[in-house]
């Protein structure tokens, strides 16, 4: 088992407070974590979707986590996202897709923790 310890100086109630509001947030996401891994086989990848512009309007989210087939590709993952959000296809002739930050071709395999990114037009004035 391997311990770590930290030190540091909380200055004043609210950094205590707000130091604690953070150890519990980080104990919530590593058990939510943890759980998940336990839930995963082996036979599927854990991707991160990103949401922009009309994409976040339509899913209401900024991200969420997807769980696909090993082997899956952009497209795949587009389908699974069009069952939970049936509103994404309005956009889905006209949205791009990123991979990890860059643009990909269709036929890319994502990976388990990769980031898929989707982009709609974007207008301004």
């Not at 980080?26 to 939510?32: A, G, L, Q």
């Not at 086989?41 to 900024?62: P, W």
């Amino acid at each position: 088992m391997e311990i770590q310890v930290t030190y540091f100086t909380l200055t004043s109630p609210t950094s205590f407070m707000n130091f604690i509001t953070d150890v519990e947030e980080h104990e919530s996401i590593t058990e939510n974590l943890e759980s998940k891994v336990d839930e995963k086989d082996n036979k599927s990848v854990e991707i991160k979707v990103l949401f922009f512009a009309r994409a976040r309007d339509v899913t209401g989210m900024t991200d969420m986590l997807l769980i696909v087939s090993t082997g899956s590709i952009a497209p795949d993952c587009l389908n699974n996202l069009l069952l939970k959000f049936p509103g994404l296809s309005e956009i889905l002739w006209c949205m791009v897709v990123a991979l990890n930050e860059e643009y990909t071709p269709e036929n890319t395999v994502v990976k388990d923790r990769d980031e898929l990114a989707i982009i709609p037009p974007i207008s301004g004035g």
